[in-house]
């Protein structure tokens, strides 16, 4: 492919060449008194680009004595306004350049011209054609089968973190070894049931935020249009944490006045909130509020307490990257209030998995403990540089992710 360079340099020559012509031609817009006070630099560039002021007959330079100035009424755009005769001397320098241009141009160069012009003039009236006479494809659609690689479209809930490692994990192993590409179709967790729209509709092909067995529900309602491809993630669970210095080792160990009467919950209307409140009535924790922010408030909040040595009590769930990163302990719950060990799913579409039933079956056979995701969430949260977390686990990993797809082992 070395002749592609020429081609590119010959075409640029090209451009060049009738760019000069036509700069040629150009009249100039300045003023004398103006291009004086501009810089050397810049006026050696505006001779050079021939851009002189053209001067006007002398009477016309100076109105008659009374006259009206035009500016002063109609304001400084009225003079730069083009007259007719400008627009056809224009148009007629241009074609004279180009005239110009080609008189100059070698024997070759004009054969190759006249051979290259007519096929790419052939082509697009082709392609418009064609275009207007067959059916259209949404380019989403066009790009999953880019040059023969599916299109795998991930979506998960961007405010948990382990959904978030996750999808950056299986993404680097379906680029790197099922030849695949990826997008991410982040959904945000009010918008829980969009990521089943979106499977239902053929928007996206597989959801890594599927929390057993809450999402029980949503399984059974789309029914046969979906695949569960199993837990990649077991002993996932939701409870009450506190940092290491707390005495409080259960649920009812809490007392309002040590904790200001306030729980750090998440978003509204949550899973997590909802458990909470279940916990304060079944432990009887009265003078408890529950504070319902977000996620990031509630680590603030978490943060500038353990920064301050002071008690504070969260919502938290497992894998979570502040167990790496702070020293919390999660309290222990009789009642089970807060939710059995639960687990983390994949679902992909039906289409997806009959029309990429191999890829199925191999990321099925994902199995990721809870530390192993968490120390990825924390290491992710302090890489030096986008992937760098991902790339080291999967080295660190490689013998377990081969076994993941059936790779055999080399010694």
């Known amino acids: 492919m070395s002749f592609i360079p020429r081609i590119t ?34 006026r050696a560039m505006l001779e050079k680009l021939r851009l002189r002021v053209v001067p006007l007959p002398e009477e016309e330079q100076t109105p008659p004595e009374g006259a009206v100035d035009e500016d002063e009424v109609l304001g400084e755009e009225s003079s730069d306004q083009p007259t007719h005769a400008s627009w056809l001397a224009g148009v007629i320098g241009f074609f004279r350049g180009c005239f110009e241009w080609w008189c100059g141009l ?21 392609d418009a054609v064609l275009v207007g006479s067959t059916p259209q494809i949404s380019k989403e659609d066009e790009f999953r089968h880019l040059k023969g690689k599916p299109l795998v479209r991930l979506t998960y809930v961007s405010e948990w973190p382990a959904s978030v490692a996750f999808s950056r994990l299986l993404a680097k192993i379906l680029q790197n070894n099922l030849n695949t590409d990826v997008i991410f179709k982040p959904v945000h967790i009010d ?17 890594l935020s599927v929390v057993m067995p809450d999402s029980e529900g949503y399984i059974a309602e789309a029914g046969d249009n979906v695949v569960d491809l199993g837990s990649y993630l077991m002993g996932a669970r939701m409870g009450l944490a ?21 729980i750090y919950g998440i978003d509204p209307d949550s899973v997590l909130n909802r458990r909470i409140y279940n916990a304060i009535e079944d432990y ?18 978490l943060q500038q307490a353990i920064k301050d ?6 919502g938290l769930w497992t ?93």
């Open 9 to 42: 340099g010959f075409v640029r020559q090209i451009i060049h060449s009738l760019l000069c012509k036509i700069i040629d031609r150009l009249p100039e817009k300045l003023p004398d008194a103006e291009e004086e006070s501009l810089p050397e630099e810049l």
């Open 106 to 126: 070698s024997k070759v160069a004009k054969i190759i011209l006249l051979s290259v012009v007519p096929v790419f003039f052939c082509y697009f009236i082709l």
């Open 191 to 207: 918008g829980y049931r969009d990521m089943w729209s979106m499977l239902l509709n053929n928007k996206a092909d597989i959801c």
């Open 242 to 262: 506190v940092p290491s210095y707390v005495k409080a080792d259960t649920i009812k160990d809490l007392k309002p006045e040590e904790f200001s009467g306030v």
């Open 284 to 301: 009887g924790l009265k003078g408890f509020r529950v504070i319902e922010k977000n996620d990031r408030v509630m680590l603030d909040n």
């Open 309 to 314: 040595n002071k008690p504070i009590v969260v």
């Open 319 to 411: 894998p979570h990257w502040a167990f790496g990163f702070y020293n919390l302990k999660m309290l222990a719950d009789p009642l089970g209030v807060m939710g059995d060990s639960g687990s983390i799913n994949m679902v992909c579409s039906r289409s997806f998995f009959e029309n990429f039933s191999e890829t199925s079956q191999a990321i099925s056979r994902i199995r990721i403990t809870s530390k192993q995701l968490s120390t990825l969430i924390n290491d992710m949260k302090n890489e030096t540089f986008p992937g760098k977390a991902v790339y080291d686990w999967l080295k660190a990993n490689k013998a377990q992710v081969n076994r993941w797809l059936n790779i055999p082992s080399v010694n």
